[in-house]
């Protein structure tokens, strides 16, 4: 005795998982911005904490020319801090969840720390917009 599906069976079955699918992908697909948006916000507070603990060290940020790699390397280009932690601050510089560099400008006393979000351009929309540290 041979035991299966019919085809009306396997078709029913179809059907049940596509309205599923168009019900549930929605609601995942969005999600998705959200979440790097959030892990954006998270490695800029991370970044934030390095750049405080290298303040504290070295009496000022990083210039906007030793750049977030002097939280990694101990700059050779001046000023160069006068006590640098020889285990650095961060393992390494992060990329933002859409694969671009943090922008970093810097005077030594004051710093900008951004994300240029989804489209890596200055400006824009939704998830398109530029994340600042300053804002959070």
Avoid at 4 to 25: C, D, K, N, S
């Amino acid at each position: 005795m041979r035991h299966g599906f019919t085809l009306l069976e396997v078709m029913v079955v179809m059907f049940i998982l596509g309205l599923l699918a168009t019900l549930v992908a929605p609601r995942i697909v969005g999600r998705t911005d959200d979440a790097r948006r959030t892990k954006a916000i998270a490695d800029m507070k991370g970044i934030e904490q390095a750049l405080n603990l290298y303040r504290l060290d070295s009496g000022g940020y990083p210039t906007t020319e030793q750049g977030l790699e002097a939280l990694v390397h101990r700059p050779d280009r001046p000023p160069v801090p006068r006590a640098w932690n020889p285990n650095g601050y961060l393992e390494r510089v992060p990329l933002d969840p859409w694969g671009h560099v943090y922008v970093y400008v810097a005077d030594g006393s004051r710093y900008t720390l951004k994300s240029l979000g989804a489209d890596g351009v200055e400006g824009g929309e939704g998830t398109f917009a530029d994340l600042d540290s300053r804002d959070f």
